[in-house]
């Protein structure tokens, strides 16, 4: 069942949560907490799209790809015709898929000459997202947390971040 409830100017959640996708598609940075992969499937023209949100807190796994789509749709119909798959994750659901292998943490210790609270607002600008268990910033590559890393390490010099990485065993 969907959740509908209404938010702002009398939305439902599932249009807040496509206009914020919508907006994402158009200037990537556009909508703190959200992130948009897009990957190749083989050597199609076709698309995977993950959408990493914790706005898919209360919406039902099965309702999530057609959001996305519509919201694909309205940005760019010919991109949302190449979308052969789509998902909304929370951030916590992509790390338990192994969706983001790879994250930064940080190292801070009491004593540290930075405070936890410039920490907290250097990861939010690399684009971490605020969960129940904290915040989190993955990644799909090695690559992609290494060049937020270096951008973290050039705002707050330091012992004060690392890249871990974690592997999905299947149980």
Same mark, same amino acid.
């Given at each position: 069942? #969907?959740?509908?409830?209404?938010?702002?100017?009398?939305?439902?959640?599932?249009?807040?949560?496509?206009?914020? @996708?919508?907006?994402?598609?158009?200037?990537?940075?556009?909508?703190?907490?959200?992130? @948009?992969?897009?990957?190749? %499937?083989?050597?199609?023209?076709?698309?995977?799209?993950?959408? %990493?949100?914790?706005?898919?807190?209360?919406?039902?796994?099965? =309702?999530?790809?057609? %959001?996305?789509?519509?919201?694909? /749709?309205?940005?760019?119909?010919?991109?949302?015709? /190449? %979308? #052969? +798959?789509?998902?909304?994750?929370?951030?916590?659901? #992509?790390?338990?898929?192994? +969706?983001?292998?790879? /994250?930064?943490?940080?190292?801070?210790?009491?004593?540290?000459?930075?405070?936890? =609270?410039?920490?907290?607002?250097?990861?939010?600008?690399?684009?971490?997202?605020?969960?129940?268990?904290?915040?989190?910033?993955?990644?799909?590559?090695?690559?992609?947390?290494?060049?937020?890393? +270096?951008?973290?390490?050039?705002?707050?010099?330091?012992?004060?971040?690392?890249? +871990?990485?974690? @592997?999905?065993?299947?149980?």
């Amino acid at each position: 069942m #969907a959740v509908r409830s209404q938010g702002r100017r009398g939305k439902t959640r599932q249009q807040l949560i496509q206009e914020a @996708i919508k907006n994402v598609l158009g200037h990537p940075a556009a909508v703190p907490g959200m992130r @948009i992969m897009e990957s190749a %499937i083989g050597r199609s023209d076709s698309l995977y799209a993950t959408v %990493i949100s914790e706005r898919w807190k209360d919406i039902p796994r099965e =309702d999530r790809w057609k %959001i996305i789509l519509d919201a694909y /749709r309205e940005h760019d119909d010919s991109k949302a015709r /190449r %979308i #052969a +798959v789509a998902q909304g994750l929370t951030m916590e659901e #992509a790390l338990l898929l192994g +969706v983001l292998p790879f /994250r930064i943490v940080t190292t801070w210790k009491q004593g540290d000459p930075v405070t936890l =609270d410039q920490l907290t607002r250097a990861l939010l600008s690399e684009g971490a997202i605020k969960t129940p268990s904290g915040l989190l910033l993955g990644f799909q590559s090695l690559d992609e947390a290494k060049q937020a890393y +270096v951008h973290l390490q050039e705002r707050i010099p330091g012992p004060y971040w690392a890249i +871990v990485h974690e @592997i999905v065993r299947p149980e």
